[in-house]
């Protein structure tokens, strides 16, 4: 491809923009703003990036969530005017502490962040020379207690503090751990049903030892009751991300829970710089979206939002289970990503295509479609949780031409 095309595609590329701006003016749109209306190509059809249907969930590599109107409403207005970083950590610390009923919060730059922020907090206290230290661990504690069956790789997060993990199965190894290095005791609440010791016992062990529990509640919401559920059950930390279920922006998270932990955990953050916790800056516009997330995601009618994607999966399996060989059903996972879910199930051989192939197709189609490959052994599954309005239907009608074209090939 010569010279000349590349650039006459980039002078089309800039009409079209141009075009689209004077329409959209024309049309009453902001020019600016994530939720304002739409005209000309997006942001994403200008670098070329190709935009995906989530079928899928939260995840990460997706790009998390879609955040609510209000955030980046938030976002924006926090994005007009200088304060002082560390007051307004404070105070929207403050702010979310109250409308959650925990003691105290703060905005992180994730999960990730609070885990390890978390474990700095427990290492450092509020001595300014400890946190210029880390991750040097010379005079300080050294361990964290982790359940085997917990171990997941965001507990990487943990050891970036500098800490080992100390790995237990039973009530028994729990008691044997401790000793005056252990620093904190980690928890995954995704995995409360896969280890030997409960939720209740680990806070009870770690009261018993005066150890500082953490509870990785990151994708755990739905349901909203968690967002309080486990500070009251006696956890001293507890992380959720902010850009999965609460909707806040991707590189925000909250960490709830003890007063003199969360102040600890401040001091081991941006803007202090010579900080463990200075590369996971928070923005004034991730605190004030962040703020903005918790409280709109306190005012959804849950309930509500429940039945409708109940009623988005009836729609589905009704295209799905028209095609011969082909039948659903649904699931809700137990704790992480607690929202229903639809699997599609066929006989391989007969459809003459693989779950894989079928998702290959999905995501080379067009539109790109992410579902639920091989993590459940039902079958192929979707989600409507972090789907956009009428895009149910897209997902159903893609999935079935696939699987008929097929049969019909076979
Ligand atoms: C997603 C996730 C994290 C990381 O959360 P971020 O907000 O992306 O930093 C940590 N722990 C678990 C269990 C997660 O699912």
Known sequence: MGLFSSSRRTFLGAATVLAGATR????????????????????????????????????????????????????????????????????????????????????????????????????????????????????LKSEVLIQKSHRNSFDHAIRNAGVRLLEVESRDDLENAFSEKTAMMYFLNAA??????????????????????????????????????????????????????????????????????????????????????RPCKVGKEEIAGMLAAVERYLQIDHDAEWRDWERRLDAMAAVLTSIPGVTTGRFVPDVANHVPHLYVHWDEQKLGISREQCGKELQDGEPSIEVLVNQYPQGLAVTPFMMKPEEDQIVAGRIKAILTSAKAAG
Request: with cysteine; hydrophobic share 40%; charged share 20%.
């Open 24 to 139: 959209a003016l024309a049309a009453g749109a902001r020019p600016t703003g994530g939720n304002a209306v739409e005209a000309g190509p997006n942001i994403y059809e200008r670098l070329g990036v190709r935009t995906r249907i989530n079928a899928k969930g939260t995840f990460t590599y997706l790009t998390g969530s879609l955040i609510f109107p209000e955030v980046s409403r938030a976002m924006e207005e926090a994005a007009q005017h200088y304060v002082y970083l560390e007051e307004l950590q404070q105070k929207a610390g403050e702010k979310i502490a109250q409308l959650l009923g925990v003691e105290a919060a703060m905005v992180t730059s994730g999960a990730a962040a609070a885990i390890m922020l978390g474990t700095a907090a427990c290492l450092t206290g509020m001595d300014p020379k400890k946190v210029s230290q880390l991750p040097d661990l010379t005079g």
């Open 192 to 277: 409360q049903h896969k280890g030997q010791i409960s939720l209740e016992e680990w806070v009870e062990a770690g009261k018993k030892h005066g150890v500082v529990t953490f509870n990785d509640a990151a994708a755990d919401v739905p349901p909203v009751e968690h967002l309080s559920e486990y500070t009251r059950m006696g956890f001293d930390l507890v992380a959720f991300s902010g850009g999965k279920g609460l909707r806040g922006p991707q590189c925000a998270g909250l960490m709830l829970g003890r007063k003199d932990l969360i102040d600890a955990a401040l001091l081991n953050n941006n803007p202090h710089e010579d900080a463990i916790g």
